[in-house]
């Protein structure tokens, strides 16, 4: 079992920033890719990136790309992500995701283990 637990949310105005911390415990990520989504009340859950946790390597959804940025620090278990130039669209529920995979994937059922959330609200 991998447990993640997300930090870091809140309310923002727009344009300003925030970093999300996703803290995992249980099991040795070296094989694992992790994901970031997000979900606003009524929508789906929509992919952000992706960090493959043995090397770093990042991939970002097109519609993020260039303000959200994902990094991981092995020695505190923590994936990180920072979210720049925040639009009141941008408001949703954060969440991180787990996959044994060295592959990504932006599809949030090919991802095991999720961690509860945390809110990120953005005013104009």
């Known amino acids: 079992q991998v447990q993640l637990v997300e930090s870091g949310g809140g309310s923002v105005q727009a344009g300003g920033s925030l970093r999300l911390s996703c803290a995992a415990s249980g099991r040795t990520l070296s094989s694992y890719t992790m994901g970031w989504f997000r979900q606003a009340p009524g929508k789906e859950r929509n992919f952000l990136g992706t960090?493959?946790?043995?090397?770093?390597?990042?991939y970002y959804a097109d519609s993020v790309k260039g303000r959200f940025t994902i990094s991981r620090d092995n020695a505190k278990n923590t994936v990180y992500l920072q979210m720049n130039r925040l639009k009141p669209d941008d408001t949703a529920l954060y969440y991180c995701?787990?996959?044994?995979?060295?592959?990504?994937?932006?599809?949030?059922?090919?991802?095991?283990?999720w961690g509860q959330g945390t809110q990120v609200t953005v005013s104009s």
């Open positions: 960090i493959r946790w043995s090397v770093g390597t990042t």
């Open positions: 995701a787990a996959r044994s995979s060295l592959l990504g994937s932006s599809r949030p059922t090919d991802y095991t283990f």
